[in-house]
């Protein structure tokens, strides 16, 4: 393991994974998809660091992870769960309600709408960097974040 | 109207709002890593590592220093059944299980064997045989009543009568103070309970201190909370065997088969704590406490069937299902990693008379977690010297559980006529050790020289060993990283003749790095 990787993790990690608990409301998937994608960026760390971003490679992956694992989950039915996790302590301020309002508006969102939405404004990247990390045209970008913003102001204006 | 900039502000509070997520995340990336490293290793090489166990297995029986093959960087770890009651049908039972739990962790190449009444792993490192082998404390216990987290001041405190329910009816974690409807409907929201304020002062039971048929005030792996739980319906030797699976919405459970009498036990457990919180706890930590059957008006039966969603990465889950898999017949204890000699670099430079014979001894060293009783019983002057007590601090005793350097030098036959003849004075080795990383150096002088002032009193000196054979040895308790050396000086006496041999050695194994 390079110290490169060890300085790119203790850089992008939290944030990452923060961005990934608010996007999927779930801390365990999210640490979960997290680890996948830091673990794939170490697996092939030398491509990855040549990246212009590798920060947003690692979301995007962290991202494909969390869809993959629902989606096999899906196809691989078990018994509904006798057992549900719960917790007995109460949410603080409001935060909470913001995280799960985005949470909710997110998991109705397409998966390019919300691609594009968390790289924009959870990844902090230009609409230019999107479109690399995405693989697609600006401008496919941009109408692609302008509904998503759409459907965001839609599903989030009853939250204050 | 939401604007881009409420959206981006938004995000910034919900990011900001997002707890702290697991302590050292970095160490489960790099074993998820590692693991499909060694998977990918071991598809390609599988005839290279079996020429890797074959020599390992050898090294086991095979002479000391200088007589036997030198093993790289192989780890072959020795493991002894904890009862004297235990039978070789139990052993070789030991041994299936292991091999399966190998396979479960992905490291097929693994050997398994039954040799004198011990078990000897190779081909993997001394962590995953000790994972492999661990026979982890897993109950599963009724939720009484929360309880503030840990703090240092509870935690000091000395440990009082732990009481067995609630000090007020308004704390327990029942159904009703949860405010779950006997009619379920799936919903899984709770009403928050305040913790039992009168066990806020109370220290979380230990390990030591715990019994499964006691309450216990035990706390959470996140450490966000403790819950007073009471007597375990079910235990490790419930579980028939345990698996990782995903569940639907992709979250990573460890999933537990019970055996017949573990079913009921569980079923009974559950149907007392119905739409209550059950913890589950692994070596004396709440991994999971979920509530039961919140979907259903009425109890039904698990089937035998329990899954734990404990915040489990795979890694984790892996690990803890491969500790839970198949109760071991005969539980083991770890002798240690098998003396593996490494061939030491050495010059020889006799100090004193002309005619003293050059010590051109085979040297070598090995690196032990413990001293193996078969060793011990094989060598008596060096392990016996180092198991006891020391008479004099510095001279021959060391900590016995620590990680063990062993020096052994083993005189040249055709040399030791000339210098028995030559020197009938009893031979006299003092052996000096230096150069290890700071951080080894403490451990030696904490574990060993609690009364030595400096460095050079680390030196240990054995008197009239005999003249044909030279055993010296000394321990050090968890040496510094891998490929850390050591530089270490044998001074043997005859009479007035010296002989010093420097060897720049003690190369801290892979396996054993700290």
């Known amino acids: 393991m390079t110290r490169e990787f060890e300085a790119f993790f ?82 603080r301020d409001g935060e909470v309600d913001d995280r799960m309002a985005l949470t909710e508006m997110l998991a109705a969102m397409p998966d390019r709408q919300r691609q594009a939405l968390v790289l924009r404004f959870f990844g902090q990247l230009s609409v230019a960097e999107v479109a690399r990390a995405m693989g697609c045209a600006e401008g496919t970008v941009k109408s692609t974040l302008h509904a998503a913003l759409a459907s965001a102001r839609t599903s989030m204006e009853g939250v204050r | 109207m939401t604007s881009t900039e409420d959206l981006e502000n938004r995000i910034g509070r919900a990011l900001a709002a997002v707890p702290a997520g697991r302590p050292d995340p970095l160490a489960d990336i790099k074993a998820r890593w590692n693991r499909r490293r060694r998977r990918q290793r071991f598809g390609a090489t599988g005839l290279v590592l079996a020429v890797v166990v074959a020599g390992g297995t050898l090294a086991l029986t ?28 139990q052993l070789a039972q030991d041994a299936g299980v292991l091999r399966a739990r190998f396979d479960a962790m992905g490291v097929p190449g693994a050997a398994v064997s039954v040799s004198g009444g011990t078990l000897v792993v190779s081909g993997v ?52 103070n949860l405010g779950i409807a006997a009619g379920g409907g799936g919903s899984i929201e709770v009403h928050p309970v305040p913790p039992d304020p009168a066990l806020t002062e109370q220290p979380s039971t230990t390990p030591a201190q715990e019994q499964p048929s006691a309450p216990a005030l035990l706390d959470t792996s996140d450490g966000s909370q403790r819950y007073l739980v009471g007597p375990a319906g079910v235990t490790g030797a419930d579980i028939a065997s345990a698996s990782v ?12 088969r019970l055996t017949p009498a573990g079913s009921t036990a569980w079923d009974q457990l559950a149907r007392a704590g119905f739409h209550q919180l059950i ?5 004396g930590v ?29 890694s984790t889950a892996e690990s803890l299902a491969t500790e839970l898999d198949g109760a071991l017949p005969a539980p083991l204890v770890e002798l240690g ?37 078969a060793l011990a019983a094989q060598y008596p002057t060096v392990y016996g010297g180092l198991a006891a007590a020391p008479a004099t601090p510095g001279e021959t005793a060391v900590e016995i559980n620590s990680h063990f350097l062993i020096f052994e030098t083993v005189r040249d036959p055709a040399l030791e006529a000339e210098a028995t003849a030559a020197y009938p004075a009893p031979l006299t080795v003092t052996f000096e050790v230096s150069s290890f990383s700071q951080r080894c150096l403490l ?29 010296v040895g000394v321990g050090v308790t968890d040496c510094g990283p891998a490929g850390d050396r050591a530089t270490t000086w044998f001074t043997q006496r005859w009479g007035s003749a010296v002989a010093v041999t420097t060897c720049e050695s003690a190369q801290v194994m892979p396996g054993l790095a700290g």
């Open chain 1, 10 to 91: 203790a850089s992008h990690y939290d944030r990452t994974r923060r961005a990934m608990v608010v996007a999927l409301g779930d801390g365990d998937l999210a640490e979960e998809a997290t680890q996948e994608a830091f673990c794939r960026a170490l697996r092939r760390w030398r491509k990855v660091a040549g990246l212009e971003r590798p920060e947003a490679w690692v979301l995007l992956v962290a991202l494909n992870v969390s869809r993959d694992g629902a989606r096999r989950g899906a196809r691989h039915r078990a018994k509904a769960p006798l057992l549900a996790s719960a917790s007995a302590v109460a949410d």
């Open chain 2, 62 to 89: 095979a002479p000391p220093p200088g007589r036997g093959p030198a093993v790289a960087g192989a780890v072959t770890t020795t493991f002894a059944p904890l009862s004297a009651a235990a039978t070789p049908a």
């Open chain 2, 125 to 176: 490192t001394g962590r995953e045989a000790t994972l492999a082998t661990a026979t982890p404390v897993f109950l599963a216990r009724p939720v009484l009543c929360g309880a503030a987290p840990s703090t240092p001041a509870n935690g000091s405190t000395a440990p009082v009568g732990l009481p067995t329910g609630c000090s007020d009816p308004r704390y327990a974690l029942t159904a009703g």
């Open chain 2, 245 to 256: 699976k995903t569940s639907e919405a992709g979250q990573v459970l460890v999933d537990l």
């Open chain 2, 279 to 283: 913890a589950f706890e692994v070596d």
């Open chain 2, 286 to 314: 709440i991994v999971s406490a979920p509530l039961t059957e919140v979907g259903q008006s009425t109890f039904s039966s698990f089937q035998g069937e329990l899954q734990i969603s404990g915040g489990f990465t795979t």
């Open chain 2, 337 to 373: 990693p098998t003396p593996i000699w490494l061939p030491a670099s050495c010059t020889a430079t006799p100090t004193l008379a002309p005619t003293t014979p050059t010590p051109t001894w085979p040297t070598g060293y090995q690196i032990l977690d413990a001293v193996p009783s």
């Open chain 2, 443 to 471: 451990d030696v002088q904490a574990g060993v020289l609690a009364a030595g002032p400096a460095l050079d009193d680390a030196g240990i000196t054995l008197s009239g060993v005999g003249q044909g054979e030279a055993q």
